[in-house]
């Protein structure tokens, strides 16, 4: 069936090192969406990407949404201990008229101070 | 409320006792989703409700799992004779449309079952 799936499952950085997670869908995507998860907390959504190609920013966070809209990525600069928690990437699949969001594998990022 | 509600909050049930779980959608959002996160993973779709079509329970794990949203609105997740493995997090999520381009999910605090 249709996956997503993100690298790496874990990642701990020292802070102020970079950060980034892949997601991978096994289908073309027509959008993709970006959640944090904060530990304790439920999924928040944080940017939708729906164009071949798109990059977004908000502050430190960098989206990209890939050529083929298969796969995209979430990149962090200078990370922060406010930046813990696991990102997911979330994804429309299904055929005409019956669309529903699965979610990939999700990236916990530990900062250490 | 202004977000999507869920009760109860945690739910310590006993090995073969039927659960119902709540999720109360943000007035007016037409979709409605339920997800199951146990400790540590990544959420598994379970059921998909938009507007007046059939759900999408392609994700149910067995026939003990069953839902219904009554009136486009409330939504109830019935798990029975449940087993240690049903153990999770439940996560209801809302938004306002659905289809292929839904806009942001919503999602409730979680209902916590425990299955001793």
């Known amino acids: 069936g249709q996956q997503v799936m993100q690298i790496p499952q874990y990642q701990h950085v020292q802070e102020g090192e970079d950060f980034t997670t892949y997601c991978n869908s096994s289908?073309?995507?027509?959008?993709i969406q970006w959640y944090k998860q904060r530990p304790g907390g439920h999924p928040v959504f944080l940017i939708q990407?729906?164009?071949?190609?798109e990059v977004k920013k908000q502050k430190r966070l960098t989206f990209q949404f890939g050529e083929a809209k298969k796969n995209s990525s979430l990149h962090i600069t200078a990370t922060q201990t406010t930046d813990v928690g696991t990102y997911f990437c979330?994804?429309?699949?299904?055929?005409?008229?019956?669309?529903?969001?699965?979610f990939g594998t999700g990236t916990r990022l530990k900062v250490l101070a | 409320g202004a977000g999507v509600s869920q009760s109860p909050s945690n739910k310590v049930t006993e090995k073969g006792k039927d659960v119902e779980l709540r999720c109360d959608p943000i007035?007016?959002?037409?979709?409605l989703y339920w997800y199951r996160q146990s400790l540590g993973q990544g959420l598994e779709f379970l059921i998909y409700?938009?507007?007046?079509?059939?759900?999408?329970k392609s994700g149910l794990p067995s026939d003990r799992f069953s839902a219904e949203r009554t009136g486009g609105s409330v939504s109830t997740l019935t798990i029975q004779r449940t087993q240690q493995e049903d153990s999770a997090v439940y996560l209801c999520?809302?938004?306002?449309?659905?289809?292929?381009?839904?806009?942001?999910?919503?999602f409730g605090e979680g209902s916590r079952l425990t299955v001793l």
């Open positions: 979330a994804g429309p699949v299904g055929t005409s008229g019956t669309y529903k969001y699965i």
């Open positions: 990407l729906v164009k071949s190609g």
């Open positions: 007035s007016g959002h037409t979709a």
């Open positions: 409700f938009q507007g007046n079509s059939a759900p999408d």
């Open positions: 289908t073309t995507l027509s959008n």
């Open positions: 999520a809302s938004s306002l449309v659905g289809g292929s381009s839904t806009g942001e999910l919503f």
